[in-house]
Structure formats: C-alpha cells, structure tokens
C-alpha cells in the first residue's frame, strides 16, 4: 500500500477548465471519497491519477515517486469501474486472473490468487461463467477481485456501487467498507452519493465545479462544512437556507422566526444566511410557530416541510408525533446547531463542529 | 380474421414476386442443368442427361483451373482486404475531422462500379504505357506485365479485388471496434496490459465474431467474381484467370452452352453455401461467450 500525493493538478479540456489547481494528500492505508455531483471533477482526478488521462499542469507522487509521466500499466494501482468493464469474451475466472496473467505470473499462483479472490468475495460458483451470465452485483464482484487478486499500490473506484439496485448497494456500501478496512489498503472511492463517502471513508475530499472545496473527515464535513456548497451537498434531507439578520440582541431573524444564536459573528443589522439540518429542529411547545405544509412519513421518522413567512425549512421528528398539514406548530433550534454563512461569499461563519473562538476556521 | 391473419394476406403480392423473379428462374436453370441444351444446336430444350452436365464439367480441366483460380482469389483477396482493413479501422477509429475525413477517403474505391475498376487499372497497369510501369521504369525498376503473364495476373487480381473491397472490410470493422466500451481498454490498461496485448487478448476476440462475418460476406462475394476478369485480363492469358463467373459467363453467353452453364451455376451456389455455412459455424464456436448461459 502507499501514500499519494497530488500537488497543483489542473486540467483543461480546450478552453474548458475541468480542474483548479487541486492538492491532496491521501496517506497510506487511508480511504478518501470524492464526493460531489457529476462534471464536478472527480472522476478526471481519479483518471488523472489512475494515469488513463494527463493533468494539463501538477505533478503525481505514489509514495514519493513521481508517476506523472508513467503509464499506468507502470504504476501499479488497480481501478473498478461504474460501468465494471468485465472482458466479455473471458470466463469470471480469465477476468480476475488477467493481470496477473498479463504480468506473466506463474500458473500456479495464478490460480491459487483467484481461488483466494473468489472466496473472498463468494463468487467461487461463478468462476467458469461469462459475465454476460451474472447479476450486476456478481459483476461488481468479479470487477473487485480482478482488482484485489495483485497487490496494487492502491485501489481506485469509480462510482463501483451507482448501477446496483438500492438493496443491494446498501448490502455491498457494508460489505466494501469492511473489506477495504481489514485488506488496510489505500483507496480513492469517487461517489456522488454522500452517504457512502460519510459511511465508508476516513477522509472526504468534496468537489464542485472544478473545485475541491473541503478536505476533511465525515464528521468535520458535517458538523463543520467550508461553507454553503459543502453544507448543502452533505446531509439527508438537505440543510436549509433562510436569509436572515443579525438582531440588536444578537440573535438571527429569519423568515419571522427569531433564533436565538449562542455566538453571533457579526454586528447588528448584518445579513446572514442561516442554516438548519432538519435533524436539529426540534418541535416545541413555546417556541415560534411555523405552518406545516407537508409531512413525508417514512416508517422510522418524518420529515416535516416547514413554511414561516416567506422562509421554508425541514424538521425531523419522531415516528410517532402526530403532526397535521395545515397546523402550526412550535419548533425550536439549539443555538449550538446553528450555521451561519456569509450571504455574499457562503464563507462559513459560524457551525456547529467549529471552536467559536477561532472563526477564521 | 386476426391480425396476424391479415399481416400475412397482405404479405402474399410480395411473396409472389419473389417466388416468380426469384424462385421460379432458379427452379428453372436447376431443370435446365439436367437436361441436355446448346442454343447453337437447337432453339428448344433437348432431352433429359440426369447429372451427365455435372460430370462433364467436374472433368473439364479448364473448369476445375478456373475453380482452384476462383478459390485462390478469394482466399487471398478476403485475408488480405480483411487485414488490411482490420489495420485500417484501427488507425482511424475515432471522432475528430481528420479522422473522419480518412475513413471517407478510404471508402472511395468501394463506391466506383467493379467494371470502372478494372478498366482504370487495365489502363494504370497497361505493359508499356501505364503510368504504374513508367514510373518503375524511371526508377529502373523494371516493368512486370502485371495482366499479361499467368501467375503475376492472377496474383494482380487478387490484389485488385482486395484493394476494391477493403474499404467495406474496413467501415465494418471500424463499428466494431468503435462499440468496445472505452471503459474495458481502460481496464485493461490498469491491469498492465501494453497496446498489443491489449489488441490481441482484448480487441481482436471481442471483434472476431464480427470479422469472421466480414470475411463471409468477402469470401462468397470473391467466389462470384466476374466484372474484374471481364474488364481486365478477358480471363487471360490463356485460361490463367478464369474465375468461376467468367467460366459460366462465356460457356453459357458465348458458346450457349446453357445447360453445362446451369450445371457450372448451381456448383458455384453449392460452393458458396457450403463457405458460408463453414463461416457461421466457426463463428458460432467462438461465440459461446455472447449467450446467456
């Protein structure tokens, strides 16, 4: 396994810049997702880095070595991908034995390689199939012991769970997660799926437009996103915005709801936009009221859409509250769940996971 | 009536044509070939030989010549155009103007008629004032008489044929390869493999099923060989590049021999048909991965 290192890459597809500058450090054994919406760059780093594309501009280490200029067949990691890219016309067993075949091993540790790859991932009744006979799930499978069975330097996965059904994608989020954990390799996860980057990584990098924008673990990027972007693409249901004003006393008004903040970062009278997850707006009995125009119960919880004045905001609340379309009903906030932005910038002001003290965070 | 009853009442005019343009002369020159018929002799069919016409022209040593020219000239001409067009597709697969601009380029011998074919390398050909010999000439290369000796015409044929055909061996190919997803020779290239085993453990057996229907459809297509011949080297010199097609071409039209013509036609058919069922076999062998097991 190794540490990379990805310093300055950008690239530039004609006049297009599909990457800014971008720096990352992954260390060894660690698991990164990179996590944002489609076009946002994630997928041309992982290619840049897997080597199947050029960086316009940067350099790549792989434990300290420049690979920047070395094909990929030289740089010895092993990638999945979304759409599997099973070799259709070679058995579940020739696919998973390719690169070691491709690297002339002998056949012995060829075969006792796949028969360890295949028990690994339970595909050992499949081995004599073609891929063309095999569940989406058995392909993804095949497509990670072809990737397991040499010891790359690590692993890069494109989006490996996007074309399973949702069952099952959560069935292989787990057993993935425990796979990579106990193999202590280095992995590059690329997903636009927030749950799986805050459920499988150590660290997530999130992208848009380009951009990386944070670089930290789950719970930092939750509890203390770099700013709006970061705030609203992580967390289901997502947070909500309301613009709002710094009141004489130093709370936050929004949308007629006045939020008594806990550190307000600004003077009176400064716009602001105020954040709320769903999950840290509670119902109250004394709170301000707001109308609950529509209720989405799904078993376990219900996520109540809020509307007060012209702001609209979410609430999750216990299975068994009974909450009617139409009423209002009191809610409240814990000013210690509050984020604050900077409505000009959606610079991160103020949130949860960060030391009020130190708001240039 | 239902629908399907219908369907296939509004079918039955087509299918009557085709019995009558297709099926009927068919039926008609297989009855012929048994019976014994030369126009010069006689205006009307002559009397019944059973498969007599068929013995005589396996025996006839300017027809079993033209057979073996006819399956050398095929097999030559499809491995070649299959190659070569097999090379050609993978040079220029790919989407940007001067790619596209090549593969229509290369496209252009396919779309002039077989006969414009042969007359413009007849004339580029031609022993003393071609433009091909001159310019060997200039160079002291000497000058060959590329239709004018027994072998090197045939061998001159074959390569006549193959560069008309390439193009269409190469336009196949060239969708073949342009629907490998790119994602499996990225794959490949991750798992260490360089551009020729990429091409041999990758490209050519995810293709071969289409390239053996391209050497098919070549291959038949070379066995019914005539146009080339006709402009060209008139089946010469001597009989050295007599295909089957000219062989039928001047026993049936020139001598009005019709009845051995039939014979020699319905040969050719069985010839064809047995190549063709050779080829769909081989590729049926090969494709085991394609089928849902």
Not at chain 1, 185 to 196: C, F, K, R, S
Not at chain 2, 130 to 158: D, H, I, K, R, Y
Not at chain 2, 237 to 248: E, K, Q, R
């Amino acid at each position: 396994m190794a540490a990379i290192t990805l310093s300055a890459i950008t690239k530039r597809f004609g006049s297009f810049d599909a990457l800014q500058p971008l720096s990352l450090e992954v260390q060894d054994r660690e698991f990164v997702a990179l996590l944002g919406p489609s076009g946002c760059g994630k997928t041309t780093t992982l290619n840049i880095l897997a080597g199947l594309e050029a960086p316009t501009s940067g350099r790549i280490l792989i434990d300290g070595r420049d690979v920047t200029d070395i094909p990929p067949m030289q740089r010895n990691l092993a990638m999945v991908f979304q759409s599997y890219a099973l070799y259709p016309h070679l058995s579940v067993r020739r696919n998973i034995a390719f690169p070691l075949e491709v690297r002339r091993a002998p056949r012995a540790e060829i075969d006792s390689a796949v028969a360890r790859a295949a028990e690994l991932l339970e595909i050992t009744p499949y081995l004599d199939r073609y891929p063309r006979a095999l569940s989406g799930g058995q392909r993804q499978r095949v497509a990670l012991g072809r990737a397991l069975v040499r010891k790359p330097a690590a692993f890069l996965l494109d989006e490996p769970l996007s074309n399973l059904d949702a069952v099952l994608r959560l069935q292989m989020r787990a057993e993935l997660s425990g796979l990579f954990r106990s193999l202590g390799a280095t992995a590059l996860y690329v997903t636009h799926d927030q749950a799986e980057a805050m459920t499988m990584a150590d660290r997530i990098a999130v992208f848009a437009a380009g951009r990386m924008l944070q670089f930290a673990p789950p719970l930092t990027i939750y509890r203390a996103p770099a700013d709006r972007a970061v705030a609203a693409f992580v967390g289901a249901p997502p947070m909500m915005f309301l613009d709002g004003i710094v009141t004489d006393g130093g709370a936050i008004q929004a949308g007629g709801l006045t939020f008594p903040a806990r550190h307000a970062p600004l003077a009176p009278g400064a716009a602001v936009t105020l954040g709320l997850r769903p999950e840290d707006v509670s119902p109250a009995r004394d709170g301000p009221t707001a109308e609950v125009v529509l209720v989405e119960h799904y078993g376990g919880n219900q996520v109540v859409t809020l509307r007060a004045g012209p702001a609209r905001f979410c609430m999750l609340s216990p299975p068994d509250m009974r909450i009617e379309q139409g009423h209002r009903i009191g809610v409240s906030v814990d000013p210690r769940n509050l984020y604050l932005f900077a409505p000009d910038t959606g610079r991160t002001l103020a949130a949860p996971g960060l030391d009020p003290r130190n708001e240039t965070r | 009536m239902s629908d399907r009853q219908i369907l296939l009442l509004c079918l039955v005019p087509a299918l009557l044509l085709l019995a009558l343009t297709q099926f009927y002369p068919l039926a008609q020159s297989f009855y012929v070939s048994l019976h014994d018929w030369t126009l010069a002799r006689s205006p009307v069919m002559g009397e019944f030989v059973g498969a007599q016409n068929y013995s005589r022209v396996l025996h006839d040593r300017q027809f079993t010549g033209a057979l073996w020219f006819t399956l050398g000239l095929a097999a030559g001409s499809s491995i070649l155009s299959v190659l070569l067009g097999f090379g050609l597709a993978l040079l220029t697969v790919g989407e940007n103007w001067k790619l596209r601009l090549s593969r229509t380029l290369l496209l252009l011998p396919m779309i002039i008629a077989p006969v414009a074919v042969g007359t413009v390398w007849r004339m580029m050909l031609a022993a003393r004032i071609g433009p091909v010999n001159e310019a060997l000439g200039a160079l002291g290369l000497g000058t060959p008489n590329w239709l004018g000796s027994p072998g090197l015409a045939q061998v001159t044929l074959t390569v006549i044929d193959a560069w008309q055909w390439t193009p269409f061996s190469m336009i196949v190919m060239a969708a073949a390869l342009a629907s490998i997803p790119p994602d499996i020779l990225a794959a490949a290239r991750m798992d260490g493999a360089g551009r020729g085993l990429i091409l041999r453990r990758i490209i050519v057996p995810i293709t071969l099923p289409i390239i053996l229907l391209v050497a098919m459809f070549r291959m038949v297509d070379a066995l019914m060989t005539l146009d080339i011949v006709f402009t060209t080297t008139g089946g010469g010199p001597g009989f050295a590049t007599h295909t089957l097609g000219y062989w039928i071409y001047v026993q049936g039209l020139r001598y009005f021999n019709i009845s051995q013509a039939a014979a020699a036609s319905w040969l050719l058919l069985a010839l064809c048909m047995a190549t063709a069922a050779a080829f769909l076999l081989w590729r049926r062998r090969i494709m085991s991965w394609q089928v849902r097991q």
